[in-house]
């Protein structure tokens, strides 16, 4: 199929259809099927895709597939072939603004979308940007470093440490803040890295990401830019920092600490959850407004401690009933050094892991115990598994979030495999890793279909 044809992407029965009824890829067109009339531009297909259905995108801007065999009619009103590709522009420099840069790691903040695969490329230069997000020159000089261009699950230590060391050049070059592009799904694993790899930075280090890419109605990639940029640039907060949606609509973004934060839904915009605390600002493209008072603040000198190490010979379990031994034994048979346990309740395992979990303590390696409810402290000395699991050798990481626990253990095993040594490293936080309480509103779950509830959130969802 060359680059010039007019059914780009379509094979099979889908190919079919539209060559039938005289129709082409780009057109604008009226669909009669079986369940209505649609209206829309023909898209091309994905190469990968089906060949039993046409892609429309409609006025609103979402697309929709249509079923070839409930097709009744196609009506051409218009055809003007469209290039999905962002306006590359020279990002404006203004000397009396400040400088940010973005380093780049392979999510999707600014993008277009390739039809012929069906993937979605990142928009990534200044021009780029400029061209997708103009109002970005509004806010500060953006320079942007592209370090990786992976989905966030392939982020990993290598890529860590690597970003780590980038955001360390970038501080004593004498940048006013960093602003870190990300895939959302990982994003929670590298903050916390950060967090341990930078410590006591002088300016905000901001993770951003989209849930939905640029190319869709829907999508926050700009919003959550914007946000971003001007917490880095303008912001008082000098700590590693997640920046997106805090209600579902556009109203606002929350900064969360990076080793308190969590995606909690794999769709919503406002997925981030700063989970057993409160967040640590609001933020809009003008505003930060602090919520929590402890926080570090921005200075003026370079200085930052940079810590870019990790053992990837840790693992993470959650428990499940009836687990079986043998999913510690091949952690112990495989050499890893660390083993984290997202326990049920308070802390807590079945006793036929008693068995390899005190075998595992006796080779040196260090297990760590969290809670898989994610909210709450392990409370070990509550009953007797519990203590049991500490007499074994495990050691309670209080209310270190499961993901954060096994992300610093990693960290810690870098410097030490001695037991006692790690426990110490482990439970001496280094920015609320670990906290002394939980606020009383760092625990909200609203259940809808409860009448009091449900009148609360008249107005509150947008």
């Given at each position: 199929?060359?680059e ?9 029965k889908?190919?079919?259809v539209l060559?039938?009824?005289g ?12 369940k209505g009339i649609y209206e ?5 297909r994905?190469e ?7 892609v429309l995108k409609l006025?609103?801007g979402y697309?929709i597939g249509?079923?070839?065999h409930a097709?009744r009619?196609i009506?051409?009103?218009a055809?003007r072939?469209?290039h999905?590709?962002?306006p590359e ?6 000397p009396i ?8 790691t ?12 069906g993937?979605?490329i ?10 997708a997000v103009p109002?970005?020159?509004d806010?500060c000089?953006l320079?942007?470093?592209k370090?990786?261009g992976v989905?966030?699950?392939n ?5 860590y440490?690597a970003?780590a060391?980038?955001?360390g ?6 940048v006013a803040?960093?602003v870190?592009?990300?895939g959302?799904d990982t994003?929670?694993?590298t903050?916390a890295a ?5 410590q006591?930075?002088p300016v ?5 990401g ?5 190319d869709r109605?829907?999508s926050?990639?700009?919003f959550n830019l914007?946000c971003a940029c001007?917490?880095?640039?303008h ?5 590693v920092?997640?920046?997106m949606f ?7 973004n929350l900064?969360?600490?990076g080793?308190?934060?969590r995606?909690?839904h ?5 997925t981030?959850r ?5 967040p640590v600002?609001k933020?809009?493209p ?6 929590k008072?402890?926080?570090r603040?921005?200075r ?5 401690k ?7 010979r840790?693992a993470i379990?959650?428990?499940y009933?009836a687990m ?7 952690l112990?048979?495989n050499?890893?050094k660390g083993i ?5 309740g308070?802390?807590h395992?079945?006793k036929?892991l008693?068995?390899p979990?005190r075998?595992a ?8 115990m ?8 392990v ?5 007797d ?5 500490m007499?074994l050798g ?5 209310n270190?979030?499961?993901e ?8 810690v095993?870098a410097h030490?495999h001695?037991?006692e ?5 482990m ?7 670990i906290t002394e309480?939980?606020p ?9 279909g409860?009448?009091e ?5 008249k107005?509150?969802l947008?």
């Open positions: 199929m060359n010039h044809d007019k059914l780009k992407g379509y094979k099979g889908a190919r079919e060559e039938s009824m129709t082409r890829v780009w057109a604008d067109v009226e669909i009669e099927t079986d829309g531009i023909i898209l091309p994905a990968q895709a089906d060949d039993l259905h046409i006025e609103t697309n249509l079923a070839v097709i009619s009506k051409e009103k055809f072939e469209a999905y590709k962002i522009q020279e990002f404006p420099y203004d603004k400040l400088n940010v840069t973005l380093l780049g392979g999510g999707t903040i600014a993008s277009r979308l390739d039809y012929r695969t993937a979605v990142p928009a990534f230069t200044p021009g780029e940007l400029y061209g109002e970005l020159a806010i000089n320079k942007t470093k370090l990786f989905f966030s699950e982020m990993g230590p290598e890529q440490i970003t060391k980038a955001i050049r970038e501080i004593e070059a004498g803040g960093i870190i592009g990300h959302t994003m929670h694993h903050a950060l967090t341990f790899m930078i006591d930075s905000p280090i901001i993770m951003v989209s849930q939905r890419s640029s109605p829907s926050d990639a700009a914007r001007n917490a880095a640039a912001g008082s907060i000098a700590e920092l997640v920046c805090g209600p579902t609509s556009d109203a606002y900064l969360h600490r080793s308190r934060v995606k909690m794999s769709s919503y915009r406002s981030f700063t989970l057993s605390d409160i600002a933020c809009t003008d505003e930060v407004n602090p919520i008072k402890d926080f603040p921005r003026k000198d370079k200085n930052v940079l810590d870019a190490v990790f053992d990837d840790v379990v959650y428990y009933p079986k031994p043998d999913i510690i034994e091949s112990i048979d050499e890893y984290v346990i997202a326990g049920t308070l802390g395992v079945n036929p008693y068995a979990l075998k303590c006796r080779m040196g390696i260090s297990v760590m969290t809670v898989q409810t994610l909210w709450g402290y409370q070990m000395f509550v009953y598994t519990g203590r049991d699991l007499e495990i050691t309670p990481c209080s270190m979030l499961p954060v626990a096994y992300i610093k253990l990693g960290w095993l030490t001695d037991r040594k790690v426990a110490k490293m439970l001496t936080p280094i920015n609320d890793e309480r939980e009383h509103d760092g625990y909200l779950i609203f259940q809808g409860l009448p509830v449900e009148e609360f959130l107005g509150r947008r």
